[in-house]
């Protein structure tokens, strides 16, 4: 995937202010089951947003490893709210084009 711009990054904050946090990472922090969660919903929706319950000093270390491990980029972190975007692998289900 491309490295995102800072236009595409204004862009996708912007387009993500609409949506509600889908994860949310709490005292148990990054686990398995969050990496799978995140994996399947950017498969799904490209762009989603994990808030942070706990873990609030982390949210940085912990969201570049999801960024990493799940091969997305990360958009932004505002306040305990990161964004996320993965390009659809499947160009009939991409659903935000960035240049």
Do not use: H
């Amino acid at each position: 995937m491309k490295e995102l711009t800072s236009k595409d990054r204004y862009n996708l904050s912007r387009i993500s202010n609409t949506l509600k946090p889908v994860i949310w990472v709490g005292k148990n922090g990054m686990t398995e089951q969050v990496l799978t969660a995140v994996d399947e919903l950017l498969a799904k929706k490209e762009l989603i947003k994990i808030k942070f319950v706990n873990l609030k000093d982390e949210k940085k270390t912990i969201s570049e490893e999801i960024s990493d491990r799940t091969k997305s980029c990360l958009v932004r972190i505002i306040g305990n709210t990161a964004i996320f975007y993965r390009m659809s692998e499947d160009p009939e289900k991409r659903s935000i084009v960035i240049d």
